[in-house]
């Protein structure tokens, strides 16, 4: 099969992060056993999800880790351009959800097996099903012990996210906090003996803010990246049920994006240690991806990027936690990040093409 029947193929299964990608996995272990590549699925807890770890090749001798996520984000059928799970060809782009981010990468992939066979040639495909939904399965991949000192012995990995084929060599990493507050509520006239959960939420907030902004100032400038600080906002922010009660509940979100080497491991774990509020405080913190900067050795990076300028991105991706394993990692693929995640998705069909040719090389 070549690329544009293989993406047909997987763009046709429905994966996007609320179902589950099992069929599609099922479907690229048989393509891959045809010829003769050894293939394990890593299912999650309760079976319901699973990815796929392939092993192209002598797999006692290193080689390179392609990594990709069967998973989407959701899509509906206002799609304007031909329907989401059937992928559509017009002038040079093949359109479809998933095309992009990141089913054609991985499509290129496959298509390349065949040959990489006949090669001789060791590399090593990781499949994760909700890369969309919150990284579970590369947190279990990475924490699992025969699976960790594996990759730790192969020569590099390129994540296969869009990145127009240029070298991306650094991203931000991503963690949400969810703070609730619990006070007593009451009528409005009587302040006196409730707790008002939304005045400790405001507070709270204020302190967490002003602590992470005040570290980012500490931390400095990083100036591969647009937003050159540490970030982080409040993005929810809900409290109250009538004008004249006070409210005995309030809840907010704050979502960080830290740089590279800027600790904040710490400060989330401590900041709430010594605070003081009259309401009861309980938070939810959700790592989504670490930061992320490459360790690859420059020829490596050049004989991808071929004289292109490795970049920063603003997006986040599962470089962090292969780095994290000591494994060196860049993000490299076919498309551009901007289509992914839009109502018309699509994939330049000569870039992937060129993707296609460029991995027996790598
Ligand atoms: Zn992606």
Not at 141 to 147: E, G, M
Not at 252 to 260: A, G, I, Q, V
Request: glycine share 8%; aromatic share 10%; proline share 5%.
């Amino acid at each position: 099969m070549d690329t544009k029947e293989i993406l047909h193929k997987l763009v046709a299964f429905d994966t996007q992060i609320q179902h589950n990608t099992l069929e599609a996995v099922n479907w690229v272990r048989n393509y891959l056993q045809n010829f003769g590549v050894e293939v394990s699925l890593i299912y999650n807890q309760d079976k319901t999800r699973a990815s796929l770890m392939a092993f192209i090749g002598d797999k006692n001798r290193p080689g390179c880790v392609f990594s990709g996520h069967l998973d989407t984000v959701p899509a509906d059928e206002t799609f304007y351009r031909g329907r989401p799970f059937e992928l559509h060809y017009e002038n040079g782009r093949y359109y479809g959800r998933g095309a992009c981010d990141m089913k054609g990468p991985i499509a290129g992939f496959l298509a390349a097996v065949p040959e990489l066979v006949k090669a001789g040639k060791s590399a090593v495909l990781l499949l994760t099903h909700d890369e969309e939904g919150g990284f579970q399965a590369i947190n279990q991949i990475t924490a699992d012990p025969d699976i960790v000192k594996f990759l730790q012995n192969q020569q590099n990995c390129i994540v296969m996210e869009p990145s127009d084929l240029k070298a991306v060599t650094a991203h931000k990493g991503t963690r949400l906090l969810e703070v609730s507050l619990f006070g007593r509520s009451g009528h409005s006239s009587r302040p006196s003996l409730c707790i008002d959960a939304v005045d400790a939420a405001v507070n709270s907030y204020c302190h967490l803010l002003g602590g992470f902004r005040k570290l980012a100032e500490n931390y400095g400038a990083n100036p591969a990246f647009i937003e050159p600080y540490s970030t982080a906002t409040v993005g929810l922010f809900n409290g109250g049920e009538a004008i004249n009660t006070v409210a005995d509940r309030a809840v907010y979100t704050l979502l960080s994006r830290e740089n590279p080497g800027d600790d904040f491991e710490k400060f989330f774990a401590d900041i709430f240690t010594d605070y003081n509020s009259p309401a009861r405080l309980e938070i939810k913190q959700k790592l989504y991806a670490y930061a992320f900067k490459s360790r690859c050795k420059p020829e490596f990076i050049e004989s991808l990027s071929r004289g292109q300028q490795p970049q920063a991105v603003n997006f986040g991706t599962e470089a962090g936690f292969f780095e994290k394993i000591g494994l060196p990692t860049v993000v490299f693929g076919p498309g551009n990040i901007a289509q992914a995640h839009t109502k018309d998705e699509y994939i330049s069909a000569a870039q992937l093409e060129k993707w296609t040719a460029m991995i027996p090389e790598i």
